[in-house]
């Protein structure tokens, strides 16, 4: 008889998800499905308010990555007004990326994920978290949550507090930077470079200690996105999209942003609350991409600081030349390889004269009818897109979240996995543990993810016994 | 003028003939929430928040619009004066959208401070969700009726102090809104002057420059007293914290 294995809720994620394995009448999985069952709505709700305060409204949709939004919102709202911001609105706009993607990072590592690599997949799931941790290792458990909170830190030194600050504004930032700050801050240093250091050599521990599982750890051909600078390089804020195929070819690249619909659709299944997106040219379902971490650091030549450039040539070396790392279990240590980065990174910036600048507010009318803004999230690629009225109001919002565009990887991820260890119905708590690992692979952020507008797509098919369509009604 | 007695909350006070209940609690520093009454402005008596208990009335009365009597007997706080006090800031939270989190005048807000001071800590009404309006046909100032609890200080201001009257009040019960001119868009209106005033006197973000952002939007009131001393006494004072 054929039956349902059902994982809910899906736990050490950020926000409500489950799901649901099928199997068929000799008890082999036959499919296996993520299904995101909360539904948020901001699309619609935007509508009809000012754009200036999309950035404060949109930072709401989730407590781990507002500074994202509000960033990206931000652009958008740059892109409606025309102007360029201040050199130093951008350099501090950076800052508060880097340090969302340190926090964020760390959190995905340290108290989600790692009590899997530390504990084991078959530990007793009452401890498998990060008091578990905090049992087994003191020091590496506080050292992650010290370094999540230097992250936390910066954001609240820049915008004022650490979650759903309104910093960002359309034009710039709301208020300067100064050296007490920064001085603060640098005194950090030395921890926060170590640590980001330790997270690097327990995750090549756990590639060594898991090297029979990794391979099936969602280990499948897809596209890659993300933004890379002008010379190929890791970024963060604001570059071009670029495109890789699973063999590592660079199949599109130097893509706007702006441009973002031309190349990228998104579609909707029944059965979940989370879109579909896909690259256009190969279509539905074929055009599956990955964002995030393992995207980047697939898609660019390089990282412009000398750490982090030095774990992405071994980082490099987990495939053969002629394939990309195909493997999302190695979306952690791409994570940890980002996190070491943005602390280099946001050190050299520390040290930029130009962050203390007074200057860091333009002031304009609406100028466009329609604004795109684009950055780099923890999870990938996130875009704002806005169309206003010429007062300024809002008429439509489309948002298209990083989590969203690995949704159906993170479908192929659970589908590998549930048939490499799953055989026959009974299934132990370690196995439905590795699944759910696989989705924390990707560090899906669903409240972001499921902002979607007001009316799900329907379609009604009326199938004859013999499996013909004998109607369809669509909504 | 005569001067009359009274007794409020059970201690002794004078206060001058034709002076109102509140204007005597103010001046002895003795607390009552309001939230159209503005110093400078008309009395309307509209959101009732003021509301009093006066010895030998069945009904309770606002001490903005109560003038002082001889012999008054008044309470201004007690558990059932606290209670009226809360139900009209729950109900007036649950007629609009008020979204502090996200409005521009978070932490500016007189609604939201009323809230703290008469201890709403949940709404028990079921909230409305109004379909309202927002005109930013305005090139310096946005009007949000999502915000707007009719307080219609923006009204008052604009008709008695600047002279405009480019706003009034429309429409019945759930349905009634501040409009501009004959409910024209504020941006078509030919008498508004865009001096600014009925933004600075609006309690809420109903009211607000075009541009700002979440918490953005402080109401500056001193200017007021500034206009009517000089108007009324030739005194051009500059305002200072009493």
């Known amino acids: 008889m054929s039956e349902t294995i059902t994982i809910s809720p899906v736990t ?105 690599f530390l504990l084991g997949f078959e530990a007793d799931p009452a401890l498998r978290n990060i008091f578990g941790l905090l049992a087994h290792d003191k020091d590496f458990a506080v050292r992650g949550i010290r370094l999540r909170k230097f992250g936390q830190q910066v954001i609240e030194m820049l915008g004022g507090r650490r979650i759903h600050t309104p910093w960002a504004v359309a034009g710039g930032v709301r208020e300067a930077f100064t050296r007490e700050e920064r001085d603060a801050l640098l005194a950090w240093y030395p921890e926060v470079r170590e640590t980001a250091l330790l997270a690097i050599k327990t995750i090549k521990r756990v590639h060594e200690q898991y090297s029979k599982e990794i391979p099936s750890f969602g280990n499948f051909q897809s596209l890659f996105m993300g933004m890379v600078g002008p010379n190929g390089e890791l970024e963060y804020y604001g ?14 690249n130097n893509i706007d942003p702006r441009e973002y619909r031309q190349d990228f659709g998104e579609a909707s299944e029944s059965w979940s609350y989370l879109k579909f997106p896909y690259y256009k040219p190969l279509g539905y379902p074929k055009g599956i991409y990955r964002v995030g971490p393992l995207a980047r650091l ?72 329609e604004g795109i803004g684009a950055c780099e999230a923890p999870r990938g690629t996130l875009f704002h897109h806005y169309w206003v009225d010429e007062n300024g109001v809002l008429q439509k919002v489309n948002m298209l979240i990083a989590t969203a565009q690995n949704n159906m990887a993170m479908n192929r991820t659970v589908r590998q996995i549930a048939m490499q260890f799953i055989d026959g119905p009974k299934v132990s708590e370690g196995i439905l543990n590795r699944i759910e690992a696989g989705i924390r692979c990707f560090d899906p952020c669903l409240s972001c993810s499921t902002h979607a507008a007001g009316e799900m797509p329907l379609e009604v098919q009326l199938l004859g016994a013999d499996g013909r369509v004998l109607d369809v009604k669509r909504r | 003028m005569a001067v009359k007695t009274l007794t409020i909350n059970g201690e002794q006070y004078s206060a001058q003939e034709g ?34 208990q006066i010895e030998g009335i069945p009904k309770l009365l606002p001490a903005c619009t109560t003038k002082v009597e001889e012999g008054m007997v008044i309470t201004t706080s007690n558990q059932k004066l606290d209670k009226y006090r809360r139900m009209i800031v729950a109900l007036l939270a649950s007629e609009g959208n008020h979204v502090c989190a996200v409005c521009v005048a978070n932490n500016h807000c007189e609604l939201q401070d009323l809230a703290y001071e008469v201890g709403l800590v949940r709404v028990r009404y079921p909230y409305l969700f109004p379909k309202k309006s927002l005109d930013a046909t305005h090139k310096e100032y946005v009007m949000d009726h999502n915000r707007c609890v009719l307080c219609t200080r923006c009204v008052r201001v604009c008709d008695e102090v600047e002279g405009a009257h480019v706003w009034d009040v429309a429409g019945r019960g759930i349905d009634c809104e501040i409009v501009t001119g004959l409910d024209y868009s504020w941006g078509s209106s030919q008498t508004c002057t865009e001096c600014g005033k009925c933004v600075m006197v609006c309690p809420t973000g109903a009211l607000f420059e075009k541009g700002v952002t979440v918490s953005e939007m402080e109401k500056k009131k001193d200017f007021l007293k500034y206009i009517i001393t000089a108007r009324q006494k030739r005194e051009w004072v500059a305002f200072t914290n009493e």
């Open chain 1, 298 to 369: 697939n898609i660019c030549d390089s990282i412009t600081t000398p750490l982090a450039e030095q774990e992405r040539r071994l980082f490099k070396k987990l495939a053969p030349s002629s394939e990309a790392v195909n493997n999302s279990f190695y979306f952690h240590y791409a994570r940890l390889i980002e996190m070491l980065f943005a602390v280099e990174k946001l050190e050299e910036l520390l040290h930029d004269p130009a962050i203390f600048g007074t200057q860091v507010r333009s002031k304009a009318e609406i100028n466009r009818l």
């Open chain 2, 19 to 52: 002076e109102s209940v509140l204007s005597v609690c103010r001046q002895n520093k003795i607390p009552i929430p309001t939230l159209c009454h503005l110093e400078g402005l008309s009395t309307v008596g509209a959101c009732r928040l003021c509301l009093v």
């Open chain 1, 239 to 252: 570059g071009n999209l670029r495109v890789m195929d699973s063999a590592g070819n660079i199949i599109a």
């Open chain 1, 12 to 116: 050490r994620i950020e926000g409500h998800a489950k799901i649901t394995i099928h199997l068929n009448d000799k008890g082999e999985v036959q499919d296996a499905r993520f299904h995101v069952n909360e539904f948020r709505g901001f699309e619609k709700f935007c509508e009809g308010r000012m754009v200036w305060e999309m950035p404060g409204l949109t930072s709401r949709i989730c407590g781990i990555c507002p500074a994202s939004h509000l960033v990206t919102s931000a652009k958008a709202g740059d892109d409606i007004l025309a102007i360029g911001i201040p050199e130093t609105a951008e350099k501090l706009r950076r800052m508060l990326t880097l340090a969302q993607w340190i926090q964020s990072h760390a959190l995905s590592f340290f108290h989600l994920s790692s009590p899997d």
